[in-house]
C-alpha cells in the first residue's frame, strides 16, 4: 500500500541561524523518548528522513517548512527565508524522485508577494499547496489583505494547510498564562487553529471563493466533534451575515482533514463520521511524531481495507494530483 504523508516538517540552515528553532527542552525530552534527536531530523532532507521513510514504509513525505516559518518575518526578509526553504524543499524534490513534495512557505505579511512566491512554487516547483503557520503576528487570515492568497489558491487549484503556530498573544495571556504547559501541541495549537478557521469560514471567505480548499491537520483541530453544535448554533447568524452556506456545508465542500500527531481511534471515529473517509488523508507530523506510531495507528484502525488505502494514499493523490 503506498503511504503519503502529508504534514512532515523541515528546517534549513537558513532558518535555524534565524533563531526560529531552537534544541529546547521540551524537544529534548520528547526526542529521548522517540529515539531520535527531532531538532536533527528536522534539519536533514536526505539520507536520514529516507532511512526513517522506508523504516516504516512511507513513501512520500509532503514536506513545509517547521512553524513558525518564514511568518515572523516582514518585507524582503519574509520573501529571502520562504524562497530559501521552498528552493531547499524543491531540491530534495529532484535529489529523490517520488519519494518527497512540497508545500510552499509564503512570506504572509506580504499578501502580494506572497500570491507570487505560490504561482512559482506551483508552477516552476511542482509544489502541491501551501502551509500557512496560523495568525500572520497576531493578524488572522480572514482579513481581506490576506485574500488574494485565497484567490491564487482557488485559481491554481492548490489546497491551503492551515498549520497550527503558538495561539494568538491575547489568547496566550487569557487562557495560557501559568499553564504554559497547555499552550501548544496539548491544547493552545487546537483552539488556535480552529478559531482561525471559523474566523476564515464566517468572513464568507468560501463565498468569494467557493473551490478553495483547506486541510487541517490533528483530525480537524477538534471541529468533526463540535461542528453539528456549532451548525445549529450559527445557521441563524449565518444567513443575516450574507453568508450562502451554512457551518456544516462550508465543512463538506472546502474542508479536509490529516490524521497528523492525533493516534486516537475514538477521535478518528468520530472525524469518520462526520466528515465521511474520502476527506481524511494520512500525515505524521514528523519529527515530532515518530514514523512508527502513525503507521501502527493507519495500520490497527478498524476500517475496510478500501478506506484504508483512500486515507494512505487515494485521497491525497486526487485532492493534490500526485
Ligand atoms: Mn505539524
Not at 82 to 107: H, I, V, W
Not at 269 to 290: H, N, Q, R, S
Request: glycine share 8%; with cysteine.
Amino acid at each position: 500500500m503506498r503511504i503519503i504523508a502529508l504534514e512532515e516538517h523541515c528546517s534549513t540552515p537558513a532558518y535555524i541561524a534565524e533563531g526560529m528553532i531552537k534544541p529546547v527542552p521540551s524537544l529534548a525530552e520528547r526526542s529521548k523518548r522517540f529515539g531520535y534527536q527531532i531538532f536533527d531530523e528536522l534539519a536533514d532532507i536526505g539520507p536520514s528522513r529516507i532511512k526513517y521513510m522506508d523504516a516504516s514504509g512511507i513513501d512520500v513525505q509532503v514536506l513545509s517548512l517547521v512553524q513558525p516559518g518564514s511568518q515572523n518575518f516582514d518585507g524582503a526578509k519574509a520573501l529571502a527565508i520562504s524562497q530559501d526553504a521552498n528552493d531547499t524543499m524543491a531540491e530534495a524534490c529532484r535529489k529523490y524522485p517520488g519519494r518527497f513534495a512540497g508545500f510552499a512557505t509564503l512570506p504572509v505579511s506580504e499578501p502580494e508577494v506572497a500570491v507570487k512566491e505560490l504561482e512559482r512554487c506551483v508552477n516552476e516547483l511542482g509544489f502541491k499547496g501551501a502551509l500557512i503557520n496560523g495568525h500572520q503576528q497576531g493578524e488572522f487570515l480572514d482579513a481581506k489583505k490576506f485574500w488574494p492568497i485565497f484567490e491564487a489558491a482557488e485559481a491554481l487549484d492548490v489546497p491551503i494547510y492551515l498549520h497550527p503556530t503558538a495561539p494568538h498573544p491575547d489568547a496566550y495571556k487569557a487562557y495560557f498564562d501559568g499553564y504554559e504547559e497547555l499552550h501548544r501541541a496539548g491544547w493552545g495549537f487546537m483552539i488556535d487553529t480552529s478559531c482561525h478557521f471559523l474566523r476564515i469560514m464566517f468572513s464568507g471567505a468560501f463565498d468569494a471563493y467557493p473551490k478553495l480548499k483547506f486541510i487541517l491537520g490533528h483530525l480537524g483541530e477538534g471541529l468533526p466533534f463540535a461542528m453539528h453544535r456549532l451548525d445549529d448554533h450559527t445557521r441563524n447568524a449565518a444567513k443575516r451575515k450574507g453568508l450562502k452556506k451554512t457551518a456544516l456545508e462550508y465543512m463538506r465542500d472546502n474542508v479536509w482533514v490529516t490524521t497528523s500527531g492525533n493516534w486516537y481511534e475514538p477521535a478518528f471515529v468520530c472525524t469518520m463520521m462526520a466528515m465521511g473517509v474520502d476527506k481524511i488523508l494520512f500525515a505524521i507530523d514528523w519529527p515530532y511524531e515518530p514514523n512508527t506510531a502513525g503507521m501502527a495507528f493507519l495500520n490497527k484502525l478498524s476500517i475496510s481495507d478500501g478506506d484504508r488505502e483512500k486515507i494512505a494514499h487515494l485521497n491525497a493523490e486526487k485532492l493534490l494530483k500526485m
